[in-house]
């Protein structure tokens, strides 16, 4: 959908094809860093925020391995499995999702990304480990055109927008001009 979404700005909205830029958050982070990497990408820069370097891991690491791997068969028996995520949250979750989550290589796709890096990342980050910020700045040292980090103190997964944070949005904002 987000390959699509693209497409289709650059084909039919009036953007500046030089000035086109990605960014995601979370699980986001990943379809960017996907996109960014492929031949003929229209992106010139991308932000990672929170950034999932190996998806299959960190759901792993998040849902539980054994769960993760339940609700996988619970997916190959149904086409869909009932997920309960971290947060609480109930969430019908597709065969497909689990087949391209196992298949994904975000941080191997943006090594051919030649344009701007942007990783965000929060200071009292829980969630996603650490790890995945090192391997989104090593993938893209040397192929990218820059690779900066910026850590925002005092931001956890949800960098303010599902709390009352003003001093993190205050120090998010700028951090993505």
């Known amino acids: 959908d987000s390959g699509a979404a693209l497409q ?14 990605g960014f995601g958050y979370s699980e986001g982070s ?3 860093a996907m996109q960014a990497g ?10 990672l925020m929170g950034p999932v370097a190996h998806p299959a891991a960190v759901f792993q690491r998040n849902m539980g391995e054994d769960q993760f791997w339940a609700y996988y068969a619970e997916a190959q028996a149904h086409g869909y499995a009932t997920v ?22 975000p941080v191997g796709d943006i090594e051919y ?10 200071e009292a ?13 090593a993938a893209t040292g040397d192929s990218a055109k820059s ?9 956890d997964h949800g960098y303010g927008f599902y709390s009352d944070q003003p001093e993190v949005d205050a120090m998010l904002h700028p951090a993505l001009v």
């Open 147 to 155: 690779s900066q980090l910026v850590t925002i103190p005092g931001a």
């Open 30 to 32: 990943a379809v960017v």
């Open 84 to 105: 309960l995520t971290q947060w609480g949250q109930v969430q019908d979750t597709s065969l497909e999702w689990f087949d391209e989550t196992l298949a994904a290589n």
């Open 38 to 47: 492929q031949p003929f990408s229209p992106y010139k820069a991308v932000a």
């Open 8 to 21: 289709y700005a650059v084909r039919n909205l009036p953007v500046d094809k030089d000035r086109i830029g």
């Open 113 to 122: 990304f030649k344009g701007r890096v942007l990783v965000l990342w929060g």
């Open 125 to 137: 980050e829980a969630t996603i480990p650490y790890g995945e910020v090192e391997s989104y700045m």
